[in-house]
């Protein structure tokens, strides 16, 4: 006997009858707005070639971390999930997989994966060990027909635009070819710079010798290395972007004084600097980045706290991205001052904050985009996008930034399927947060109704100039 | 069209109907009770000369950081609110405000504001663009009259007790008249030393000198100094005074052998003292008032962990307390230990702690408070005063510290007509947080009706004797 | 008047109606399980000689630090509750206690001896001070009774097994007792070896010295103090040992080379190291215990982030374990790498972590657990042990790391008589949790009474292979 998969409508919604009521009138006035996904990891040779995805293995279980992190969690070996190259027999994978699908239990994963079973895949049994078949050959089978490539997707998804990621030294061809296509989906990229800013990052210094090559500039000299991002910039920005993202390990931010700045640049170019040096470089690039978005209008995200590849002995053999990202504390007062003290009060420039540490919602985080002009605060990013994650993130920072400095939802995901089952998600847990509000008379409704507008999607496309 | 505006009775209650039913009986038992302020910004000159107050947007907007913060975070020049002396015409002021009085959903500005709109002002249309004329109007009519004199505000608020807040440089003069006015309503001070406690304070060498004048001490040795704060402690007593209050960037004390905290004054005095110095010294004076203290009976108020004037361009244009404060991460377990160790099982002595980290209530201050005979726990404080964050601070302390460790409600707000809102808030959610636990049977109804008169009146006044 | 004392059966569970009607019948499910207690501070010295307990105070009061850390706190000085062998009247003792019980409202000790009241000694009027006498003479008087000796209530506490703690200096004749006896209850120790592993505990030289008689071993030398380890570890092994556990001030661990971490035993067990040996050493030693746990197929368990004894003139004139143990601030992420980076990948390896700190809950635990199979998460634990803690810890770990990453409930009490009530009340906690998953349908019912059982009861006897 199999077990029934259904989506309850009313699912996320706060359990008080009535304030479950005023929740799921609100969300109904929000649940078919467009998608905006401002900032992501989707890959746009999807949409640039539109071949189809392959097996269900391959496209919603190899690919996301959240998967497979809690699988290897509790002792199944990645090699028999097919990572690393290892040639795993997908169907077995995925048995692994459906075996244990009682561990994702009170995640986000659970609620994403059977809005894709159900909704995106039409499956009415739930995954357990015995469906576990029938779930690979349905998905499987399915994509191979035409409703399931990507712009078929895309297209059903109600997505109004997606922004992708890419280091400066992509070609964007896929961007490219996209735009050359006719096809009218929007797909845009987003400037990346990691892989030449930071030091440690795998393959720095030929990195660099990409950037000048691609650029034409002779980025080891300070003066070619900050004209080869402005021309990159510039680039990006033809091919859609509106926005940088910057994922560092901390916060910190530095001005340095020129000089100091290009012989800080000199060391870390010739492999001479010491971590500390690297961190500083990192920290001055912040710096760097927001005075070119004063000039070219590239609204800048910051994603710091996270302690890349923890675990020494997947990364050798894996890789990166494998699951093995943790969280540390991150302190943002005195990281940030150097480059709020030269742009903060600017209010044409955009720094849009993200935390792995919920701790400095309320003490640090919304403190500061309550009062700088140029900060506002993005979503409850990664371990924390989820029910819970996002209820904090809201009861944590409304009382001191207000809604108005916060910029709706992003899925930075590359998990495509699981889009829609994300805005969706977030769209029920914000109008539960407004409900919950106006049950206790801290909000009217009909401000409510304009919130859950604004969250589920104005406050996205105007804080990324979407 | 206007929107009509309405404080509704339930307002800030819990949702669930029965526990809903249970808070309303336990506020309204509490609702009439006077106000006891123990901590505050109130300006004694208000109510010595009792001169009527002046337009809206004196009174309500250019004093009030949270609101001109908000509307700094969102692109309002400070100017155009008529800080700096800047000299805006305050009804356009106002409608700077008016007009994007939506950011502030969702904030408890937004419920303060409400409260003083309708109660205090009989404002029964919401503020938006087309009422901010009428709003402005309306509210600099009524200032004029007597019956919004500050006395006559102070009467009608059923305020028992009000602190005010004054540097040992202050001579008092407004309490003084106050107290030979005859007029009936208890204003009294607390000493709060920082201007010459904190060699990094703007013009402490001056402060020294002008500590010496007053006191006819010679505040540059470390005995005249130490004998000038005696002598102003046991002044300001006389006037009414039961606290002292700190404002440190930390939470660090220290206990110095006496030469060594000579030879740090002398360093500190003679202005050639390392920041480190600074530290040390406000941590070694923080002893030292304890210990004065237990000679004189002031109560000891803490209040660490703010980085003060972070923007340093709004600070060189407006100055100080202009919404650039902001909180960071705060260590209580080692700061405290040296004057623990000295004072803290003195029953006879009480300090009480504050804090802007959340993350320390349940970790550090509720395990320190639950043991030390001296401690006692502030209320949520600053951005933490609101409805989420007074939830957060009874939900973390209580499960260790009990509600007998903690004092009660403090305002420390300067928007005077803000105290009943703010009181009122905190009643309602210490209301709401008690039948909670009777509804979960943590706790029986008749428990929850004492707890509610302790929160609301009888523990504040008994923590600073009043 | 006397009041009455009641258990409401609903206490505990979450307000809202639906809500409690599915947490109830989850809770009922699972109220009947008996108790699994894989942690914990009971004296096996009861159940070895079965002798009566001695009066109210010496058993309830007495060595409770919740309860008279509290009481200190509000000026009951610790020698009238008869600590410090101060030969205090054990029922004024009580007393004291009985008028002040005001004091634990909101707090856990409150549920947890209102149970033992009602439950444990069918008391049913409440606690105060006209009822002092009628409790102190009914409990003593009870406690002489056989229904009261040690194995009677184990056996009617529905405990299937309990486990001790014990030093590896312990003779564990006691235990040695229990298995002679004949009596069927199942009491384990485990295998603590702080006093000789940390050179800051008091006494650790002699205890080295002990350690060394105990075993035969030279544990003055690193191979000899290894080799008496790997033998007490087996004795304890025998004597039903299925964990050890190592309370430490940081959660550091270090994998330095062999000659490295010779040298570093040479300086500590000389008296020659430094305070940062100590800590380095602690640090090796979890290594260290860690790979014999991969032989030995102990459980390890790490209870970091205590500032032991933080009163000095407490512990001073009263010794440890006197309610002045205060949480610090607790990293895990780079403390635990040396060990990770070696074993972290061993699906055969237990290591179960706790925190004192909460913040590190979603931060880095539940991402931790969620990917390195040798992790799991102990439950909310000390001050957290409470309905709030407990809500905090499933509402921050559960969407990272899943269920199945935790391990149940551990009691981790000295305090037997309150065990059921811990149980009882991390049974009601969970199932309302459950229940409030269920009611926005992130959880079937069915998945829901699974869990409540592997919460209460299959996930503990799992992980600590019991």
Request: aromatic share 12%; hydrophobic share 40%; with cysteine.
């Amino acid at each position: 006997m199999t077990r029934p998969l259904r989506l309850h409508p009313d699912r996320l919604l706060p359990a008080d009858p009535a304030t479950r009521t005023l929740a799921r009138d609100l969300y109904e006035s929000v649940a078919g707005l467009p998608i905006i996904s401002p900032h992501g990891h989707t890959d746009p040779r999807w949409f640039a070639t539109n071949a189809p995805f392959g097996n269900a293995t391959e496209l919603l279980l190899a690919p996301d971390h959240y998967i497979f992190r809690m699988l290897y969690s509790q002792g199944v070996r990645l090699e028999d999930l097919g990572l690393g190259g290892s040639g795993a027999d997908p169907r077995a994978a995925w048995r692994l997989f459906a075996e244990r699908y009682q561990l994702f239990r009170g995640t986000p994963s659970r609620i994403w994966l059977d809005w894709v079973f159900a909704e995106a895949f039409g499956i009415d049994v739930a995954l357990e060990a015995q469906t576990s078949d029938l779930y690979f050959d349905t998905i499987t089978e399915k994509l191979a027909s035409p409703d399931y490539a990507p712009r078929a997707l895309f297209e059903r998804f109600n997505i109004e635009v997606i922004a992708t990621t890419e280091s400066p030294l992509d070609t964007l061809e896929h961007h490219d070819a996209i735009r050359a296509s006719g096809w009218q989906g929007r797909v845009i990229t987003a400037y990346r710079p990691d892989p030449v800013i930071d030091p440690e990052f795998e393959g720095f210094q030929a990195n660099i010798d990409r950037f000048s090559a691609i650029t034409g500039e002779d980025c080891r000299t300070w003066q070619g290395y900050l004209a080869a991002h402005r021309q990159r910039r510039a680039f990006f920005a033809r091919m859609g972007a509106t926005s940088t993202d910057h994922g560092h390990p901390t916060a910190r931010t530095a001005d340095l004084p020129h000089a100091e700045a290009e012989a800080l640049f000199d060391r870390v170019v010739t492999g001479k600097g010491t971590s500390g040096d690297a961190e500083l470089f990192r920290a001055q690039m912040l710096t760097e980045m927001a005075a070119m978005s004063l000039e070219d209008g590239l609204v800048m995200q910051l994603h710091p706290g996270s302690f890349r590849n923890h675990n020494a002995r997947v990364f050798e053999r894996f890789g990166r991205d494998k699951g093995a990202d943790i969280p540390v504390s991150t302190e943002y007062v005195r990281a940030l001052k150097p480059l709020l003290d030269r742009f903060g009060n600017e209010a044409d420039f955009t720094l849009i904050l993200f935390t792995l540490d919920e701790s400095v919602y309320a003490r640090e985080l919304a403190p500061l985009a309550g009062h700088y002009p140029c900060l506002r605060l993005g979503p409850a990013w990664w371990f924390h996008d989820s029910p819970e994650g996002m209820r904090r993130f809201r009861r944590s920072v409304t009382e001191t930034a207000g809604f108005y400095n916060t910029v709706g939802f992003n899925d930075d995901t590359r998990a495509f399927l699981s889009i829609p089952a994300r805005h969706d998600l977030a769209r029920r847990i914000d109008c539960g947060f407004l409900a919950e509000l106006v049950m206790e008379h801290r909000l009217e409704d009909w401000e409510a109704a304009e919130l859950a507008r604004d969250l589920a999607y104005d406050l996205a496309k105007k804080a990324y100039k979407l």
